[in-house]
Nanobody
């Protein structure tokens, strides 16, 4: 079993920056990719970004492209999401996720097996 734990959420003004971290523990995760999703109040969970563990290919939602950057450390135990130029519409609970499935869209939440508990990010206007 793999446990994922997010940290680094908080309150930030519009235009500010924040970095989220996701620490993996338990059984070493050696799957295909890890990613970030978010869910705002009253809205469905949506894809933010993903990175493959081999090759470090990255994928981004159009809404965050150019503002957010996903990365991971070399030992693959920690995932990061650097968020810049934050907007009020970025306010949401951000979830870290991990997948083994190599086929299918990177933004398909159903293909991610492990999930963290979420970290609140609030961008004030």
């Amino acid at each position: 079993q793999v446990q994922l734990a997010e940290s680094g959420g908080g309150l930030v003004p519009t235009g500010g920056s924040l970095r989220l971290s996701c620490a993996a523990s338990g059984r070493t995760f050696s799957g295909y990719a890890m990613g970030w999703f978010r869910q705002a109040p009253g809205k469905d969970r949506e894809f933010v970004a993903a990175i493959t563990l081999i090759g470090s290919s990255t994928y981004y939602a159009n809404s965050v492209k150019g503002r957010f950057a996903i990365s991971r450390d070399k030992d693959k135990t920690t995932l990061y999401l650097q968020m810049s130029s934050l907007k009020p519409e970025d306010t949401a609970v951000y979830y870290c996720a991990a997948r083994y499935e190599t086929h299918g869209d990177m933004d398909a939440a159903i293909l991610y097996r492990y999930w963290g508990q979420g970290a609140q990010v609030t961008v004030s206007s």
